[in-house]
Nanobody, 123 residues
Framework: QVRLVESGGGLVQAGDSLRLSCTASGHTFNNYAMAWFRQPPGKEREFVAAIRGSAGTTFYSPSVEGRFTISRDSAKSMVYLQMNSLKPEDTAVYYC????????????????WGQGTQVTVSA
């Protein structure tokens, strides 16, 4: 059974940084994409960033590009999201997702999800 577990969320002030981590276990996929999505209060889940399994190519939402960095350690089945220059509008529950094929940009593209970790950015 595939399981994803996020960690690293918390309460920070605007301009601060946070690093989210996600560990994937229980799978035997050789080439898979991983992504981060977020769901702000009262809004739908939205794409944040994704990374390919093979070349490690990364993709970002325009709202976070230049501030957030996605990376992965395939040997450990982990993916990270370094978030710098955080803004109050980054406040959301952040979810890690896995897709056993190339990256997708919609939440429906991903088969496996973590439980989410709360990130709150105060002004």
């Amino acid at each position: 059974q595939v399981r994803l577990v996020e960690s690293g969320g918390g309460l920070v002030q605007a301009g601060d940084s946070l690093r989210l981590s996600c560990t994937a276990s229980g799978h035997t996929f050789n080439n898979y994409a991983m992504a981060w999505f977020r769901q702000p209060p009262g809004k739908e889940r939205e794409f944040v960033a994704a990374i390919r399994g093979s070349a490690g190519t990364t993709f970002y939402s325009p709202s976070v590009e230049g501030r957030f960095t996605i990376s992965r350690d395939s040997a450990k089945s982990m993916v990270y999201l370094q978030m710098n220059s955080l803004k109050p509008e980054d406040t959301a529950v952040y979810y890690c997702a896995l897709r056993p094929m190339d990256v997708g940009f919609g939440s429906v593209s991903y088969d496996y999800w973590g439980q989410g970790t709360q990130v709150t950015v105060s002004a």
